[in-house]
DNA sequence: ATTTTCGATGATAGCGCAATCATATCGGCG
DNA sequence: CGCCGATATGATTGCGCTATCATCGAAAAT
């Protein structure tokens, strides 16, 4: 008899049990089950184990999706990168979600590749779970992106870049003054004939600018520029490499990222060149296999854990308090030249 | 005066444009909207037009949030991994994410680590997301997420693991055996005193055991066996070779992980060891750098791509066809011993 | 001419939850 | 003793959308 005044569930529902059946059971109101689970400390002690106790006899899973309607509060972040099969995005992925998740929130990632077209379509479908905040990679943004960014109000932080002028919060990066202190550091190691292969990716081609007027500030305006689609890998270093080491006389390769490095790496022993006395080699990211490479890789090091974490942290600041406005924060990480074996 | 008849916006309102927004604008029912939108075979095309025109006109931009509980349809699929900071999982990241973008689905990432208290936790709240589809790595899961994986009635793949009882689908390959063809290997090569240096990880733990008994079938009881913590690393094999080393005679060691071989080939080098020669070194998983190191190490390759796609393929499938059964599925990819130059 | 069929559109009613305001209870205090 | 404020709980309403059924006009069938 204690189902007598259920009325017949919709054929719409889901089967699942509901607030209101934990309700019934606990012998509260839905309302009262609702606070237990998301503001305890408003119900008794008596209360709160009640409803405990209803939730686990009813196996009852909240409905986030309805929650969310309701409270307008999704507690979901977006993070968009161009791509997690790259050990630098993956450590920020690692973090930002380490970091998100420990304070409640859910991470809705987004593969946005290379292109603004791309990062265009799959923001318009991410802005349509209503995210709390999101986490961008970069800072070059189609037109419409911008607008709607700005339009949807929502925290956000781009990441992995550096600019002036971000849309809100930003933590990351100069690619161009990676490209100048690469320069700077091998000038200064006496190699005079670069060739440079790099990723078609804007901001591996702002590295390849600051790097370029690095060399003009020397007086040295000529070098050999190849570049290579994404993702990058061994065989595009290699082969661009060959390409390179047969029509000119160079003395230092420097790559877009480590991969594409340890490519010429092979292609330079392939020839039994010596490294880095016939050929020195420049790598991007510092990736785990850098140092294991023999010669272990010199490389920039980017902290992406680093970048992960204060941009999980700055998000988290603005979440919580939705009203301190302080856009266009502005964080710069750096970067660092490791100088192993092929330099 | 063409806003006399609106009610004033609730204060629980968000502020931008809603259905019923665009209705009035395009002068036509919000359910008219909703179905040029989502089903637009079903309006006219004057009327999807005029939709269209009203739709860029207000900015409106859907709420998925609503439409799901509306349709109890996410549109999201969940998909738990240990991590992203490890090649093999961020090839299936991708690639599950490739293929299920392109058919409209969102996807929810959980990192679970390798622990299945961090998998229950997470999975909690995955579910209260209400995805449509879940992939899950590993089918070994505690008895409270078996639970609510069936009380949730959700499509399911497993992956990255082989069991004759898959709680829904699967798609992957038995460790077990791949520590077997490990041990055939390396004993047709003449290698009999061996060392073995395992992550703290239950799939690793069950290739160690396929080795471990792949030993015992050629009548050799005898091994050494360190474990390391997660996420495995260089420095981790170094170590951990070094102790087995100095203790033990060793003609090849055997590791859950290629950057843990690599470790173990830096500690090799340094002790001035001939690779294979004196000591012959496995990996696992030939990840991008495996063929890279010097010499190129010997690893089992593990296609994570046709895992990613092939799970996504079946998930697909179950979520357009919910009623047509086909729990227990099982696919088996398989695995490669890649002989390079360390064994 | 009348009925049937079908495509296109609209009206209504929830989906499951939380914001908001109303109500009840209780001890402390003048 | 009655009033006040704090604390705990409940009733109501609506978040924005889609399932469902009703309606309506026009073409097709009888």
Redesign the interface.
């Known amino acids: 008899m204690d189902d007598s005044g259920d009325k017949p569930r919709s054929s719409?529902s889901?089967?699942?049990a509901r607030l209101t059946d934990v309700a019934r059971v606990a012998g509260v109101a839905p309302m009262t089950v609702s606070r237990a689970l998301n503001r305890p400390e408003l119900v008794s002690e008596s209360t709160r184990l009640r409803v405990q106790r209803a939730v686990l006899e009813t196996?009852y899973?909240?409905?986030?999706?309805?929650g969310?309607?309701a409270s307008?509060r999704?507690r979901l972040v977006a993070l968009l990168v161009p791509?997690?099969?790259?050990?630098l995005f993956?450590?920020v992925?690692?973090t930002v979600?380490?970091a998100l998740?420990s304070q409640?929130y859910?991470?809705?990632?987004?593969?946005v590749g290379y292109t603004p077209e791309q990062e265009e379509t799959?923001l318009?479908?991410?802005?349509?779970?209503?995210p709390d905040g999101i986490v961008l990679t970069g800072c070059r943004h189609s037109a419409l992106t911008r607008q709607?960014l700005k339009?949807?109000?929502v925290p956000l932080v781009e990441i992995w870049d550096m600019t002036d002028d971000p849309l809100d919060m930003l933590v990351g990066f100069s690619h161009e003054a990676v490209g100048r202190a690469v320069a700077e550091h091998l000038l200064s190691r006496g190699y005079r004939r670069f060739g440079i292969i790099s990723a078609d990716d804007s901001r591996a081609k702002l590295r390849v600018a600051g790097f370029v007027s690095g060399l003009e500030s020397a007086g040295i305006g000529e070098y050999q520029l190849r570049e290579v689609g994404t993702p990058s890998?061994?065989p595009w270093g290699r082969e661009k490499s060959a390409e390179l080491l047969d029509r000119h006389a160079l003395d230092a390769i420097v790559c877009s990222s480590d991969?594409l490095a340890?490519?010429v790496?092979?292609e330079a022993?392939s020839r039994g060149l010596t490294v880095p006395g016939q050929l020195a080699i420049m790598g991007f990211g510092d990736?785990?296999?850098a140092?294991?490479?023999?010669p272990a890789l010199s490389t920039v090091r980017i902290d992406g854990a680093a970048i992960g974490l204060r941009a999980a942290e700055h998000l988290l600041q603005r979440m919580a308090q939705p009203t301190f406005e302080r856009a266009g924060q502005v964080l710069d990480v750096g970067f660092e030249i490791v100088d192993r074996d092929t330099t």
Chains 1, 2 share one sequence.
């Open positions: 719409r889901t089967g699942s196996g899973v909240p409905n986030r999706v309805a969310a309607l307008s999704s791509t997690v099969a790259h050990s993956a450590e992925v690692q979600m380490g998740s409640g859910q991470v809705l990632l987004g593969l799959i318009e479908t991410v802005l349509s779970r209503r709607r339009a949807a109000e890998s061994m991969i340890l490519g790496l092979s022993q990736s785990s296999y140092a294991a490479s023999f």
